[in-house]
C-alpha cells in the first residue's frame, strides 16, 4: 500500500508540473496577442481620426461654398453651457466674419452638421474624450483690405483672387518641426532660402487636428506637440506636423490636416463660389 501510495504521489506530482507548464504557455500566449491587440486597437484609432479629419475638411469646404466663408471655430472651456457653434466676438456677425477664438478654437460639429459629435456637439477623433475634441484654426488675416478675409461673408470675393493667392500675405504656418520655428515662420532661415522645415510657408488657410492619444494626459509633452496646444497664452498661427515618435524629448502622436490658399482658392471657384 505503501508503494502504491508513493506512486500515486508521483502521479499527482507530475500532474502539477505539467499544469504549472500548461499554464505558463497560456500565459505566453496571452501576453503575446495582447500587445499585437493593442496595437491594432492604436492604428485603428489613428485611421478613423484620420477620416474624420478628412470628412471635416470637406464639410468646411462645403460650408465655404455654401456660405460664402468659412465659419468661425467652436469654444470650449469645460462648462456645461459649452456648444459645439460657431462663435463670434463681441459685436461679430457672419457679414464680418469678427470671431472670438480664430486659433485656439474647436470644430464647430453643430454648425457643420457633423455626425462624430459629443454631447455638446463638438466634433472629436477616435479616442472619444473631452480632451479629445477636434481643433480647428483658421486665419485672421486682412488681405484687400478686407478683414477676416477667410470667415466673413463674400471676403475672399471681396479681397480678390490675386490678393488671396499673393504670397505676400501670411496665413497659418504648418512646421515639419518646432526647431527654429519663431512666433509667425516655421524657422529663422531668412527667405529667399528654402526652408525645409516648412511644410506650409504661411499659406494655410485653416488647420484641424486632433491632439492623439495622449490628449487625456499630457498633450503636449515634447516641444512639437507642445507647438500644437494652443491656448489663450499660445495663439501664433504656427503648427507643427511631424512624424509619429515615442522617443523621450520628441514625442509626437498629433494628427493634422489642412488647405493650402491655392487648394481653397480652387475647389471655391469650380464650384462657382469665386471670383
Do not use: H
Request: net charge neutral.
Amino acid at each position: 500500500m505503501a508503494g502504491i501510495y508513493r506512486i500515486s504521489d508521483r502521479v499527482k506530482g507530475f500532474t502539477l508540473v505539467e499544469l504549472s507548464i500548461v499554464v505558463l504557455i497560456i500565459t505566453l500566449l496571452i501576453g503575446s496577442l495582447l500587445v499585437p491587440l493593442s496595437t491594432q486597437v492604436a492604428q485603428r484609432n489613428i485611421s478613423d481620426t484620420q477620416q474624420r479629419l478628412a470628412q471635416i475638411d470637406s464639410a468646411l469646404i462645403g460650408f465655404a461654398i455654401a456660405n460664402g466663408r468659412f465659419p468661425c471655430p467652436a469654444v470650449s472651456t469645460g462648462a456645461s453651457t459649452d456648444s459645439g457653434v460657431e462663435s463670434f466676438a463681441v459685436g461679430g456677425t457672419a457679414m464680418n466674419g469678427n470671431c472670438s477664438n480664430f486659433i485656439n478654437g474647436y470644430v464647430p460639429g453643430i454648425t457643420l452638421g457633423l455626425s462624430n459629435v459629443d454631447s455638446q456637439g463638438f466634433a472629436v477623433d477616435a479616442w472619444g474624450l473631452q480632451q479629445n475634441r477636434i481643433r480647428y484654426s483658421i486665419s485672421n488675416t486682412t488681405v484687400g483690405g478686407v478683414a477676416n478675409v477667410f470667415t466673413a461673408y463674400n471676403g475672399m470675393r471681396n479681397a480678390t483672387i490675386p490678393a488671396v493667392g499673393n504670397p505676400i500675405n501670411t496665413y497659418l504656418y504648418v512646421c515639419a518641426s518646432a526647431t527654429g520655428t519663431t512666433a509667425t515662420a516655421c524657422s529663422a532661415i531668412a527667405p529667399p532660402t528654402p526652408d525645409p522645415n516648412a511644410l506650409s510657408r504661411g499659406d494655410a488657410v485653416f488647420v484641424v487636428y486632433s491632439l492623439g492619444q495622449n490628449a487625456a494626459t499630457t498633450g503636449g509633452s515634447s516641444p512639437n506637440e507642445a507647438a500644437n496646444l494652443k491656448s489663450t497664452t499660445n495663439t501664433t498661427p504656427v503648427f507643427v506636423s511631424a512624424p509619429a515618435s515615442n522617443q523621450a524629448g520628441v514625442e509626437f502622436d498629433d494628427l493634422l490636416r489642412w488647405e493650402s490658399r491655392y487648394s481653397v482658392v480652387g475647389q471655391l471657384t469650380a464650384a462657382g463660389q469665386l471670383p
